[in-house]
């Protein structure tokens, strides 16, 4: 099996987690953002 291939076994469980703490991450920058456009603009 190769280096890739283990690698992937091995995070293949916590995938789905690390999507989610991603999307997660990306809806706060998101909001932070938006928040810190509105104040701007306040």
């Known amino acids: 099996m190769s280096c890739v ?10 995938a789905t987690v690390v999507r989610r703490e991603q999307m997660r991450v ?3 920058n998101r ?4 928040t810190a456009g509105c104040q701007r603009h306040m």
């Not at 909001?31 to 938006?34: D, E, I, T």
């Open 5 to 14: 291939e283990y690698f992937l076994a091995m995070t293949a469980p916590h």
């Open 26 to 28: 990306q809806t706060e």
């Open 31 to 34: 909001f932070a953002v938006g």
